[in-house]
């Protein structure tokens, strides 16, 4: 059961570049990172995507698919007629290096900008103990797999480069949760930072970060708007204020 | 060429970013020396990622009976004796403190209810051993030490203002050969960035080779384009050894269904928390291949099988966690004699057997897999499963305690690109741990040489470069050469076909007549386009590394006369205890490919003790089980827990 | 094009969204739905009529608390706390407040009405229309932070208006009685418990600001609830916005006498 599928794919670098069209054969069960290699394979050899797993369990075929954020990998061709037209294009977001190619970089520079774990003072190596309870909330986060559609879905960033600066995204917000979560983490300021450093105000809860999460992690649910409540009451909260305004800091 | 070629100094040059080689580049920094990760693809997507089940160590939280002696008498057994014994000595003995330490950079495993890290079953180890997150461990591993490599980085940053100061990642980049003095000692490596095609050149006097499988070579495979035996044939053509090639795990349970993910892997633990392989009859057929060296150790009957998963002190495991090799040779044995599945598989089934509410708890991204891959809901239904090509034991030849590798000084290996740990097969989960302790062990090794080299660097001559340039370049020059894509689905089928789970030697021979051809035609490969971030230059720079660790998995594979571990032959289908103190060794001469015998180290007394003589004698001859009768064999095994 | 997604350096596509689904609908008709639900209580808060069955003690939630001159006298029942109100000024007008801000702050609506009136994004993956952009990061936006006071307070309205359907067990002859407008206001109260403790605040608050868990087991226990019921909070927070509006629709038809009360008993 195969038949040929019309796509249309970004072809360019940051010089400029157009959607190229194309007809390729398409088989039963494929996804649309398949075709794009057969793309590679028969009609342009130099078709530059990015992929590993392929089994979405990686991250790196990130692309938008008729314009919504996706894994290749986990796009199944069977969820579009054999008659629609697929448009690939890379993320739209971040500085294109060739085709369907980003440059993330970004990302790895805000994952640098967050202070680690702090590890427990005076607990030794094969001390640690948690209950599975504790571990669970940072556990989901931790599912995640760096594929960054939610950064490049994230209209802070995707329609103002300017905040590309102030705003940290998604991802590095529920990293943040994720430590502030950590049973065993040993700093106490990691609702500052979200505020101050990796600008969480800027979020305003659109949840398209969630909608496009691979992995399913409730991104906003359980991991931004908790932390903007943890804000609110180590800097909203009127009386933490005060305590601050006269000088005496609640420990 | 010189002038513009871009060039780094470092101290250690780690090649591959995952599991091993973020271990070791950890080991290097924390010992103080300027290191560098080159990452074929994006830092943190390695293919470390895609291990699902655990890390094994014996830190006996879910069960008090294991210690390091057990783990290595199930190393051991698990590689039918072929393993480097001091690697899985080391191994099991450091593999705790391992993962304890990720716990010291931020890792959350799943926990036991007196809350330390729960521990899991898994085909071969006698107690539950593997430390788990969920079914997602590989990635727990690679994001907790990618976050401690950011940690350092953050020192740096503090001491120095500068976080690249000691410790550097090198995303996309590919390294196409190794650099050497005169002497042949290692003295960095050359490369290109993907994204430009630009050179780039490492002055780095110990390099750590951790570039992973060789999978590529194979059509069904779970590797990811990743896994093309870069680092194998960097040691080889750098004059190093590659030991015990032809000893390739399937793993028995890869997707079949749809075409475009076969091969991707179904985690040992459904079998492990009770799924079960069923024939197209329904039969639970494992319980007919029991090989004679297990048979004390497996259920007999469905019954007591399946008591085992509550009970497991009283009761026998069932023989769907057989190690490896026995269930992925079961299968393929059901499914040529026509009891197959739909799609040429069999059937592994948990649906019937566990409530849904339990499989989603246990088995989250398989189930997330099948429901986004394959459009099966395993809570409901059986998954269509059959052998991948999943792991190679065979590897470069390292010295166990420091990871250096044979005969070129300078250059360490750790991972799966290294050979010997696993002997003729591994277990499920001394993946990941091996990752960490020999990973460790390079780093510290690397540290350690180059801490003897003093202020000396070696040198390397300008006609290396310019050589390693032109050959890289080499298939933009061509004209109206072959497509690097068909010439890799050739080898892959021919390697697939006829040097796969089942091996005879006219098809091995037929398999290198192939291979000899291919080597031709590939000195003429056409890319189009040009250099930046060209995937089909890519792959025709990788093929000739394919080529090379192909050519030595099927001369060995054509050597080695006997059945064993991850190497099945048609026509001696028996273990054959004389090969058992033979390594076969693969070098390159000239132009050509070579594999020779080495005979192996004996093993110290001490850990002989840690088997009954009558184990022994499954695996030694006569005269090595005489041999082991003067210094000693116990006649009854130690549990070594007072130890 | 010249920002966000036609940035220079990004891939030049000179569309602003390649979506072809109809990403324009759910914003559309979130608006709609909206606009005409806020219309409804202009005009029926401004009214200052058909507010209350004196004969079952049915009070509008809208007009809830009723506690100034101007209200029915059967309709005080915690008080007479203030004198005749102008015409036009709803007589809830100091509760009204804590209700609009608390949905208005909401988690949930923000994500509504950002999308739906302020395009902000419209939807995923289509860009916004705004050059600028700051978030929740400066007045009058960084207000929103003030969600939790708001839910203190909504706890009181939440309570005020269970009073009220309490006190809708009014029979003809002064004792008990029930009728359909009592289970209204009944179901009504039930479901503005449900979304006000489903909100994100209370769920931080009841357990989720804790970092141990299995030291408070009680709270985690309440916290499980609660992050159940905050998976519903969405649909919580449109069935509300139903529950209110066919509940003062109720009582304003009875109370105009258009419709009869169908009484269970007495």
């Known amino acids: ?251 | 060429m010189a002038a513009e070629l871009e060039t780094h100094d470092y101290d250690v040059l780690i090649v591959g970013a995952g599991g091993a080689g973020l271990r070791a580049a950890i080991a290097a920094r924390e010992a103080g020396l300027r290191t560098a990760i080159i990452c074929k693809s994006l830092f943190g997507k390695a293919h470390t990622v895609m291990a699902e089940g655990g890390i094994a160590a014996s830190m006996g939280n879910v069960n008090s009976h294991d210690s390091w002696q057990v783990h290595f008498r199930d190393t051991m057994r698990g590689g039918k004796f072929l393993n480097s014994w001091r690697m899985a000595e080391l191994h099991a003995k450091e593999a705790p403190d391992r993962v304890w330490e990720l716990e010291t950079y931020g890792a959350l495993f799943d926990r036991t209810p007196d809350g330390r890290i729960s521990q899991r079953n898994f085909g071969g180890h006698e107690y539950p051993r593997l430390a788990h997150v969920g079914d997602r461990t590989g990635l727990e591993l690679i994001r907790t030490m990618q976050q401690k490599i950011v940690s350092l980085q953050q020192d740096d940053q503090r001491e120095s203002g500068d976080p690249e100061a000691r410790l550097k990642v090198f995303a996309e980049v590919t390294i196409t050969d190794l650099l050497q003095d005169e002497t042949g000692t290692i003295a960095g490596a050359f490369g290109y960035f993907r994204e430009s095609g630009r050179f780039v050149r490492f002055n780095a006097p110990a390099v750590v080779l951790a570039t992973g499988g060789i999978g590529k070579s194979f059509k069904v495979t779970s590797n990811s384009w990743e896994y093309t035996g870069d680092g194998h044939a960097l040691a080889l053509r750098a004059g190093s050894t590659l030991v015990n090639m032809e000893f390739i795990q399937f793993h028995p349970t890869g997707m079949v269904w749809p075409p475009s993910v076969k091969g991707i892997l179904v985690t040992e633990s459904v079998r492990g928390d009770g799924g079960v392989l069923k024939n197209s009859e329904g039969k639970r057929f494992m319980f007919d291949y029991v090989p004679d060296v297990f048979r004390g150790q497996y259920a007999q009957t469905e019954e007591e099988g399946d008591r085992w998963y509550t009970d497991p002190d009283n009761n026998k495991r069932p023989p769907e966690l057989l190690p490896r090799d026995e269930v992925a040779r079961a299968i393929n044995s059901e499914v040529k004699a026509g009891r197959g599945s739909p799609h040429g598989g069999v059937f592994l089934d948990i649906a019937s057997r566990r409530s849904p509410e339990e499989i989603l708890k246990k088995l989250p991204s398989m189930h997330h897999q099948f429901k986004e891959l394959a459009d099966v809901d395993i809570t409901q239904e059986a998954m269509e499963v059959g052998p991948t090509c999943h792991y190679v034991m065979g590897g470069v030849e390292v010295d166990p305690d420091t990871a250096a590798a044979a005969r070129v000084p300078g250059l360490f290996a750790a991972g799966e690109v290294s050979g010997g740990m696993h002997g003729s097969n591994r277990l499920g989960g001394n993946s990941l741990s091996d990752l960490l302790v020999f990973g460790a062990r390079a780093g510290a090794g690397a540290a350690a040489y180059v801490r003897g080299l003093g202020d000396a660097r070696p040198i390397v001559p300008q006609s290396a470069l310019d050589e390693a340039a032109t050959t890289a370049l080499a298939p933009f020059e061509e004209e109206g050469g072959e497509n690097p894509y068909t010439l890799h689905q050739e080898m892959q089928q021919t390697m697939n076909d006829l040097v796969g789970i089942i091996r005879k030697a006219e098809e091995i021979e037929a398999a290198l007549t192939k291979l000899e051809e291919l080597k031709e035609r590939a000195k003429h490969l056409t890319v189009e386009g040009h250099r930046q971030f060209n995937p089909g230059w890519h792959l025709a720079l990788d093929l000739r590394n394919m080529l090379a660790v192909s050519e030595c998995v099927a001369r060995a594979a054509l050597l080695r006369q006997e059945s064993r571990g991850g190497h099945t032959r048609d026509d001696y289908p028996k273990m054959d205890a004389s090969w058992r103190g033979r390594n076969l060794i693969c070098s390159t001469e000239g132009d050509g490919i070579r594999v020779e015998e080495q005979p192996m180290p004996p093993m110290r007394g001490d850990l002989l003790d840690l088997f009954q003589r009558d184990e022994l004698a499954k695996y030694l001859t006569p005269e090595e089980l005489a041999a082991v009768g003067a210094t000693g064999g116990a006649t009854e095994a130690t549990d070594g827990s007072g130890s | ?266």
């Open chain 1, 1 to 251: 059961m195969s038949y040929d599928a019309k796509f249309r794919v970004w072809r360019g670098d940051a010089s400029g570049g157009e959607l190229v069209d194309y007809t390729v054969e398409v088989n039963d069960g494929e996804v649309v990172l398949d075709i794009i290699h057969r793309l590679q394979a028969t009609q342009s050899g130099d078709l530059a995507v990015r992929w590993n797993c392929k089994a979405g369990k990686c991250g790196s075929c990130s692309a938008e698919v008729n314009g919504i954020p996706r894994l290749m990998c986990m796009t199944r061709m069977s969820t579009f007629t054999e008659t629609e037209t697929v448009t690939v294009t890379p993320m739209r977001a971040f500085p294109v290096i060739r085709d369907l190619v980003t440059d993330v970089s970004f990302n790895y520079e805000k994952a640098r900008q967050i202070p680690a774990f702090a590890p427990p003072e005076g607990v030794a190596r094969g001390e640690y103990r948690m209950q599975q309870v504790d571990v669970e909330r940072s556990q989901e986060f931790r599912k995640c797999i760096e594929c960054f559609l939610c950064q490049n879905t994230c209209h802070v960033v995707r329609d103002h480069e300017e905040n590309k600066e102030a705003f940290a995204g998604p991802r590095f917000l529920i990293r943040a949760a994720e430590l502030d979560m950590h049973p065993l983490d040993a700093r106490d300021d990691r609702a500052d930072f979200a505020r101050d450093e990796q600008g969480i105000g800027m979020c305003n809860i659109t949840k398209c970060c969630t909608e496009v999460c691979p992995e399913h992690i409730r991104i906003t649910d359980n991991g931004i708007i908790p932390m903007k409540e943890r804000v609110v009451g180590k800097r909203y909260d009127p009386l933490v204020w005060l305590g601050n305004k006269i000088g005496r800091r609640k420990p």
């Open chain 3, 1 to 266: 094009m010249a920002g966000g997604v036609g940035s220079p350096g990004r891939a030049q596509i000179p569309w602003r969204t390649l979506r072809g689904d109809r990403w324009w609908f759910p914003p559309a008709v979130t608006f709609t739905l909206i606009v005409l639900w806020l219309l409804y209580a202009l005009v029926r808060t401004s009214m200052q009529r058909d507010y209350f069955v004196a004969t079952y003690h049915y009070l509008t939630p809208f007009y809830s608390p009723c506690v100034t001159a101007s209200c029915h006298p059967d309709a005080r029942h915690v008080g007479t706390w203030l004198g005749e109100m102008p015409p036009l000024v709803p007589y809830a007008f100091f509760l009204l407040p804590i209700l609009l801000g608390f949905r208005l702050t909401c988690y949930y609506y923000r994500k509504a009405y950002y999308r739906a009136f302020w395009l902000s994004p419209p939807a995923c993956a289509v860009a916004e229309p705004h050059a600028k952009y700051t978030g929740e990061t400066r007045f009058p936006l960084i207000l929103q932070n003030a969600h939790r006071y708001f839910f203190y307070a909504a706890v009181v309205v939440s309570g005020m208006n269970t009073l009220d359907a309490f006190d809708g067990f009014h029979g003809k002859d002064g004792g008990v009685g029930v009728g359909l407008g009592t289970i209204v206001m009944l179901t009504n109260a039930a479901f503005l418990w449900l979304y006000t403790l489903s909100c994100h605040s209370c769920r931080h608050l009841i357990g989720g600001r804790l970092k141990h868990f299995s030291k408070h087991p009680l709270r985690y226990r309440a916290w499980t609830i609660v992050s159940r019921l905050n998976t519903r909070h969405m649909q919580l927070a449109w069935t509300t916005l139903g529950t209110l509006l066919v509940t003062d629709l109720y009582i304003a038809l009875v109370a105009s006498g258009a419709l009869t009360d169908l009484r269970f008993y007495n």
